[in-house]
């Protein structure tokens, strides 16, 4: 028994031994993870349930030059419920008249939205999506309605904020205005405007801590921001609205007409450069329209045509070979160069003509014999001229996607003995239809060139940020004496020349008609099509814009293809919309004639807008866009910062308007 007993007691002592020894290890391995990894493993756990989550920053707008707005951000918003954060007496309280006021704000009937709450009341939902794509001043009643006007910790309201990128011009130069965004693979994308300024526009972002509630669900954790993000600034563009708009009906409209398969217009201001207006349109998928699908203007590098031949005119006037009134033989409209034909498009006419009449009625067999004769010996002396205008390399835009000029040189391999002769009439080399434009802008200012340019200013309210001034390129493309010359001979293209369909008594024009044959070597010739061209400035005294038009691939069986035809009406149609009220004579008559159609659209127009007081209405409390729209609607230019109802008003209310009445709304 007492055998017995001494066992027993030996079998206690060896499991309390056992415990204790278990018991030793936990304590340690606790204290090991206390002491020793509790710093990760909290971390671990904190980083599981709690993130810092990223605010995007308001990007800033996009102004034209005359202040309309072309690309801004709008709040867009999201709100979802958390099931859990209401007691259950307040969720029970609330929870019909919320369905209610939901139901009759989206048009549903309550037990829609009843059985939506109650059902993630009972499943304990803590993200349920109620709402989404609202305005600001839908998710302003939204958070107002009972049981989410408790707020986020005891309402259970979530709310989701994400800025929606819109061009309140609709698609009129969108690719030029353009985006900065990812795509789906990751890639960014930065296009236009918007993509070449994003560093400016973008702002910085903010920090909010989140709390994880469900799989991939977060919820923030408090009502404010860890970080507020900044807003960017604004770009003012040298766009101007009212010009891009003649400037796009006019191209769509020729395009249109002769069926053409894509086409692009530029108008640049002559002093500073500035692009006034830019548009680029091609043909869908389905033909039945056009939108903007490349910007062609700046990216398009092609044979240029007949355009080209004012290089030729340049070198041989400046490097005093011949002068204008040099006479050559056209032979028919028809000479050969090393076996190749170089031939007119008219044959016809008088065939002994000076070298200018030769630039006016655009004859190639002319202008090839010029250059043949006197750089075929130095070709080098020729490519030299063209490289020093700048035309062997891009203009340095800061819009992406500029295309590269291609200008053969002697030393190159692909050059040749009909090199020479074919740049002379606009084959063998590629430029693109901007970089073309800037050379006939330095005829039109007098020899100096300048480069394009697409923003004035970079602002932060009425603060200046950054300003860009004209930018020479190159300060005398060549002599005043050469200058004179041609400007000259471009007026007669319009006048008497190619482009003398164009020619109208009331204003000016001078240019240049270009109809070049693109793809003519490949496939037999069956892919042979043109590209029609007209290039030039208005008035032609003292000109104050410059324009190219290029069409590529008009229907040139059924419709034409001379760029006199294509491309000169929409030169034409801009240049007379933008002077007509305002001609570009010595003398304006009729300045005080009333015009009929003007007096009866003032006399039938809202009787109410004209009794609109000429001041500022209190605008306090009002929704940031119906506030723009009404001061819009005044003629007053607007500034705003911030997102919501209009907080402040530089200009109080009873503020008087003038010409240029510019206020600054801040939104809360």
């Given at each position: 028994?007492?055998?017995?007993?001494?066992?027993?007691?030996?079998?206690?002592?060896?499991?309390?031994?056992?415990?204790?020894?278990?018991?030793?290890?936990?304590?340690?391995?606790?204290?090991?993870?206390?002491?020793?990894?509790?710093?990760?493993?909290?971390?671990?756990?904190?980083?599981?349930?709690?993130?810092?989550?990223?605010?995007?920053?308001?990007?800033?707008?996009?102004?034209s030059?005359?202040?309309?707005?072309?690309?801004?951000?709008?709040?867009?918003?999201?709100?979802?419920?958390?099931?859990?954060?209401?007691?259950?007496e307040?969720?029970?309280?609330?929870?019909?008249?919320?369905?209610?006021?939901?139901?009759?704000?989206?048009?549903?009937?309550?037990?829609?939205?009843?059985?939506?709450?109650?059902?993630?009341?009972?499943?304990?939902?803590?993200?349920?999506?109620?709402?989404?794509?609202?305005?600001?001043?839908?998710?302003?009643?939204?958070?107002?309605?009972?049981?989410?006007?408790?707020?986020?910790?005891?309402?259970?309201?979530?709310?989701?904020?994400?800025?929606?990128?819109?061009?309140?011009?609709?698609?009129?130069?969108?690719?030029?205005?353009?985006?900065?965004?990812?795509?789906?693979?990751?890639?960014?994308?930065?296009?236009?405007?918007?993509?070449?300024?994003?560093?400016?526009?973008?702002?910085?972002?903010?920090?909010?801590?989140?709390?994880?509630?469900?799989?991939?669900?977060?919820?923030?954790?408090?009502?404010?921001?860890?970080?507020?993000?900044?807003?960017?600034?604004?770009?003012?563009?040298?766009?101007?609205?009212?010009i891009?708009d003649?400037?796009?009906?006019?191209?769509?409209?020729?395009?249109?007409?002769?069926?053409?398969?894509?086409?692009?217009?530029?108008v640049?201001?002559?002093?500073?450069?500035q692009?006034?207006?830019?548009?680029?349109?091609?043909?869908?998928?389905?033909?039945?329209?056009?939108?903007?699908?490349?910007?062609?203007?700046?990216?398009?590098?092609?044979?240029?045509?007949?355009?080209?031949?004012?290089?030729?005119?340049?070198?041989?006037?400046?490097?005093?070979?011949?002068?204008?009134s040099?006479?050559?033989?056209?032979?028919?409209?028809?000479?050969?160069?090393?076996?190749?034909d170089?031939?007119?498009?008219?044959?016809?006419g008088?065939?002994?003509?000076?070298?200018?009449?030769?630039?006016?009625?655009?004859?190639?067999?002319?202008?090839?014999?010029?250059?043949?004769?006197?750089?075929?010996?130095?070709?080098?002396?020729?490519?030299d001229?063209?490289?020093?205008?700048?035309?062997?390399?891009?203009?340095?835009l800061?819009?992406?996607?500029?295309?590269?000029?291609?200008?053969p040189?002697?030393?190159?391999?692909?050059?040749?003995?009909?090199?020479?002769?074919?740049?002379?009439?606009?084959?063998?080399?590629?430029?693109?239809?901007?970089?073309?434009?800037?050379?006939?802008?330095?005829?039109?200012?007098?020899?100096?060139?300048?480069?394009?340019?697409?923003?004035?200013?970079i602002?932060?309210?009425?603060?200046?940020?950054?300003?860009?001034?004209?930018?020479?390129?190159?300060?005398?493309?060549?002599?005043?004496?050469?200058?004179?010359?041609?400007?000259?001979?471009?007026?007669?293209?319009?006048e008497?020349?190619?482009?003398?369909?164009?020619?109208?008594?009331?204003?000016?024009?001078?240019?240049?008609?270009?109809?070049?044959?693109?793809?003519?070597?490949?496939?037999?010739?069956?892919?042979?099509?043109?590209?029609?061209?007209?290039?030039?400035?208005?008035?032609?005294?003292?000109?104050?814009?410059?324009?190219?038009?290029v069409?590529?691939?008009?229907?040139?069986?059924?419709?034409?293809?001379?760029?006199?035809?294509?491309?000169?009406?929409?030169?034409?149609?801009?240049?007379?919309?933008?002077?007509?009220?305002?001609?570009?004579?010595?003398?304006?008559?009729?300045?005080?004639?009333?015009?009929?159609?003007?007096?009866?659209?003032?006399?039938?127009?809202?009787?109410?807008?004209?009794?609109?007081?000429?001041?500022?209405?209190?605008?306090?409390g009002?929704?940031?866009?119906?506030?723009?729209?009404l001061?819009?609607?005044?003629?007053?230019?607007?500034?705003?910062?911030?997102?919501?109802?209009?907080?402040?008003?530089?200009?109080?209310?009873?503020?008087?308007?003038?010409?240029?009445?510019?206020?600054?709304?801040?939104?809360?």
């Amino acid at each position: 028994m007492a055998i017995e007993d001494k066992n027993t007691s030996y079998r206690i002592y060896l499991v309390a031994l056992v415990i204790f020894l278990m018991a030793t290890a936990i304590t340690l391995k606790l204290t090991n993870i206390q002491w020793v990894h509790g710093a990760h493993y909290r971390k671990l756990a904190k980083d599981l349930t709690v993130k810092m989550c990223v605010i995007r920053a308001n990007k800033g707008n996009i102004y034209s030059s005359d202040g309309s707005l072309l690309a801004t951000s709008i709040p867009n918003y999201t709100i979802r419920f958390d099931a859990v954060v209401p007691k259950e007496e307040v969720f029970e309280k609330n929870v019909k008249p919320l369905s209610e006021k939901l139901g009759r704000l989206f048009g549903k009937p309550s037990s829609y939205y009843e059985a939506i709450l109650r059902k993630a009341r009972n499943t304990k939902n803590r993200y349920t999506l109620i709402a989404d794509k609202l305005s600001y001043t839908e998710y302003s009643k939204i958070k107002a309605f009972p049981l989410f006007e408790k707020g986020s910790n005891k309402g259970g309201i979530i709310v989701e904020q994400k800025p929606v990128r819109v061009h309140p011009i609709g698609q009129i130069a969108e690719r030029t205005i353009g985006y900065d965004k990812i795509n789906e693979d990751g890639e960014r994308k930065q296009v236009g405007i918007e993509g070449a300024f994003s560093k400016y526009l973008n702002g910085k972002d903010g920090k909010i801590l989140k709390q994880k509630i469900a799989k991939g669900q977060w919820k923030p954790i408090r009502d404010v921001n860890v970080v507020d993000p900044q807003d960017g600034y604004d770009v003012i563009s040298s766009l101007d609205v009212y010009i891009q708009d003649i400037a796009h009906h006019a191209l769509l409209k020729q395009l249109q007409e002769y069926n053409a398969e894509h086409g692009c217009v530029v108008v640049m201001e002559t002093k500073t450069g500035q692009i006034k207006a830019i548009s680029n349109l091609g043909k869908s998928a389905s033909g039945d329209t056009y939108y903007e699908t490349e910007n062609y203007a700046i990216k398009e590098a092609h044979e240029p045509g007949s355009t080209f031949k004012l290089v030729d005119l340049i070198a041989l006037l400046d490097d005093k070979k011949v002068d204008t009134s040099k006479i050559y033989d056209r032979k028919g409209g028809l000479i050969k160069i090393y076996g190749k034909d170089v031939e007119d498009s008219h044959r016809g006419g008088t065939q002994k003509i000076s070298l200018g009449r030769g630039m006016e009625i655009s004859s190639n067999t002319v202008m090839v014999q010029a250059v043949y004769e006197n750089y075929r010996n130095n070709p080098k002396q020729f490519i030299d001229r063209i490289d020093r205008m700048g035309l062997n390399k891009p203009l340095g835009l800061p819009i992406q996607g500029e295309g590269t000029p291609i200008i053969p040189h002697p030393a190159d391999k692909r050059w040749s003995a009909i090199a020479l002769p074919w740049m002379a009439f606009g084959y063998g080399v590629a430029v693109t239809p901007l970089q073309t434009l800037t050379l006939y802008n330095a005829i039109a200012n007098n020899g100096e060139m300048i480069k394009p340019q697409f923003v004035s200013e970079i602002k932060e309210w009425s603060k200046t940020i950054k300003k860009y001034d004209k930018e020479v390129i190159n300060s005398k493309i060549c002599s005043d004496e050469t200058v004179k010359k041609i400007q000259a001979v471009l007026k007669n293209v319009v006048e008497k020349g190619t482009g003398k369909s164009l020619y109208s008594k009331d204003f000016s024009m001078a240019g240049k008609t270009g109809t070049a044959q693109a793809n003519y070597g490949t496939n037999g010739g069956n892919d042979k099509h043109y590209i029609s061209s007209f290039v030039g400035y208005f008035p032609a005294e003292n000109p104050k814009y410059s324009c190219i038009v290029v069409v590529h691939k008009p229907d040139a069986a059924n419709k034409g293809y001379y760029g006199a035809d294509v491309a000169g009406p929409v030169f034409k149609r801009i240049a007379q919309k933008i002077f007509t009220d305002a001609p570009s004579t010595n003398e304006i008559k009729n300045l005080n004639k009333k015009i009929a159609v003007q007096e009866n659209n003032f006399r039938d127009s809202d009787p109410k807008a004209q009794t609109v007081k000429n001041t500022i209405p209190n605008l306090k409390g009002m929704p940031g866009m119906d506030a723009v729209a009404l001061l819009g609607n005044l003629g007053v230019k607007v500034k705003v910062k911030g997102i919501g109802k209009v907080k402040r008003q530089s200009i109080p209310a009873g503020g008087s308007i003038s010409k240029n009445t510019l206020i600054l709304l801040e939104l809360s």
